[in-house]
Structure formats: C-alpha cells, structure tokens
C-alpha cells in the first residue's frame, strides 16, 4: 500500500524589531541600538540572522519617528526589511510592528520578536526555536536557565531574602507567537494599561501557556556601554568556525518485493531492496556524508551489517544516532544535498515529505535539505533498473578548536 506523501501547510515567518527607545540609561548622545559593534551598529548585528534567514519572509524595523540614523542603516536591506514609527512603550511599538504586517501575514503566521540591543543571537538558537515550535498553537521564547544566586534587596539596599532559583529561566529573544494571538494579548495588554516588559507576558495574560526553548547565555542584551566589549568578543568567537565536508556515496541492488524505502518514506515499487537494514540508500549515503565530514568514519563501522541488531532496521535510527554524535562533538548541520541515481520509482511526490523527514532527523530547518534525482539514461546495471544508488554532501560547522 502507497503511503501518501505528507501534506501541510508551510509554516510561514515574519519579524518584528523594535528599536524605537532613545537608551538615555546607555548614553546622553546616541541610543545603544546605534552604537558601533564590529563592522557595523548594535541594530545591524541584531538584524543579520534574522536578514540572512531563509524562512523569515519578512522584517519590520520599529523606530522612532526622529530615527534618521537607522533608516540610512536599513535602506539596503530593503525590501525585506520595513519601519514602522515607534509608540510610547515597547509593548505599543510592537503592536505598531504587527500593524505593519496587516494584509501580509496570515493570523496563522508565526512573528518573531527580537530585542535591537540583542546582537549576539546564535543561528542555531534561531533555528531550535523555529523547528521546536513549529505546530504549536501558541508559541514560546528563547530562554536560559538561572545560573546566579538571586537575592531580593531592599530599597535601602540590604538583602531582604536569598529567592529560589529552581525553575527560573532568563527570558530571552526572539520570542515567537502567531499573528493574531500576539496581537490580541497586546491589544488586551494596552488596553488595560499594563506596562508588559515582553511579548510572552501579554500572552500570559490570555491564559496561553508559552513553551520555553533553551537558547544561549552568549545571547546578551547590550544594556550598559561595558556590555560591547562582551558583545564584541562573543561576535568574533562566534566568526572563528571551522567548516567541514563529507561525501556520501550508497548503493542497493533490487530483489523480490513491493516497495523501497527512500528518506525514511515507503514507495510502492515493482521490486524491493537487497540489503541488511530497510536499504534506504539516501539515508545511508548521508549518513557516510555526515561521519565523513566529522571524521568518524563510515556507516558500516558504527551500524554493522553484521550485527543481528540492524537486520530490517528502520534507517532514520541510524540518521538520529549520527546526529546525536555530531552535536556532542559541538558540530552544526549546515546544509545537505542528496542525489538519487534511479531509473525508477520516481520520487517527485513524495520529495516534500522525504525532506520533511531528514530535516526533522537532523535538527534543521527543510530549507537547509535539498533532494535531486537523476536517471542513468539506461546506461549500466542502474540503466537497466538493477538496482540503485545515491550521493550526499553534507557540511558541518563548528567552533574552532585551537591544535
């Protein structure tokens, strides 16, 4: 029986940032958002994930109406990224955000919000946060967990009690929601004239629940002119990556049977697959990709063809095992391309769910999975539907580890 290929609604992204407060408490002269970090401002670090992200369809810039600075930074990032005028408070500067996005974002759409004064966000908390939530009716926010001892003070500066830190997380950004709740629970949270210090607060009040996605300490806001040179080493941490590169390469003969597994999806087929494991060549050649790239080896070293354990076992496993290795070892899924060499079955209607299973298998967005298929044009034991194969390239990144 042919299992039906996946089918749902992308989710679609859109960002809001508001920038609008003049940060007298940074400087007298210039709010921090403007201030020079690296090769360019506070606001323009903040924005550069989000920019450079795939998904995020589109950004608005919140500013103050006197804000022509920051409107010079942001006209060539046009048109992906707007402004909007800022309002009195963050939580009436966000609303004006969402008002900006009216007749482009659906009420199902997803809106991150982003601090302008957080530079520092890993595109890997950027992208957990996106895949965690994703199905969620409401959504979450990046947060870390309390490490400190929190003392309550009193106003005259001596400490009134040591507060319990178990179960506290420091709220961070982006915080995610859909259009429409974020907007209803700051339209309540306005109208009621409750000063909310984030977004997952006003929808807190609604009685929703917001989920929390573990996101990293090096994630600061800048807050107090010391607090760029904190910002300015964890940027330049952040640049000094190694890329690494593997090769996959998978091959199956045909045998007796009704179906092949390809990405983890069952195909009806007029043969099956000669193989230890279920014979998903796709999965096994990125798996070969993966190892090599981290230098670990090959998929038959580590799942054995051999081993009783691995006879008709579900490929993914070995896809999710990889995986879990890669992280431990500090290494970022940066992208993957995989080549199917078939003459048959043909694979177009159940590409999306194929992608959505690797991706789902990796920990990354389906934008960073990319499948191709290719026939031999009857050339060799492939041309004549023997059997068939498959080539992955993956790339891996991670923090530079000195020698």
Known sequence: ??????????DRYWAVVPAA???????????????????????????????????IAGIVVVLAPSDTRARELLEPLRPK???????ARRAQSVRNGLAALAGLAADGDWVLVHDAARPCLPRADLDRLMTELSGDPVGGILASPVGDTLKRVTESGNIEHTVERAGLWRALTPQ??????????LDLALAAGIDVSDDAAAVERTGSKPRIVAGSSANIKVTRPEDLAVANAILGAAHDREIAIGHGYDVHAFTHGDHVTLAGERIVHDRGVLAHSDGDVIIHALC????????LGDIGEHFPPSDPRYRGADSRGFLRAVTRQLRDLGFTVGNVDVTLIAEAPRILAHKQAMRANLAADLGVPETRVNIKATSMEGLGAIGRREGFAAHAVAV????RVSP
């Open 81 to 87: 990224v707007r402004t909007a005028p800022g309002g």
């Open 396 to 399: 891996l990144t991670r923090a």
């Open 288 to 295: 070969d990709a993966l190892l090599g790239a981290a230098g």
């Open 176 to 185: 995610m929601f859909r259009y429409r709740l974020l907007r209803e629970a």
């Open 21 to 55: 407060g003049s940060g007298t408490r940074f400087s007298p002269d210039s709010p921090k958002q403007l201030a020079p970090l690296g090769a360019g401002t506070v606001l323009e670090n903040a924005l550069a994930p989000l920019v450079a992200h795939p998904e």
């Open 1 to 10: 029986m042919t299992l039906a290929p996946v089918s749902r609604p992308a």
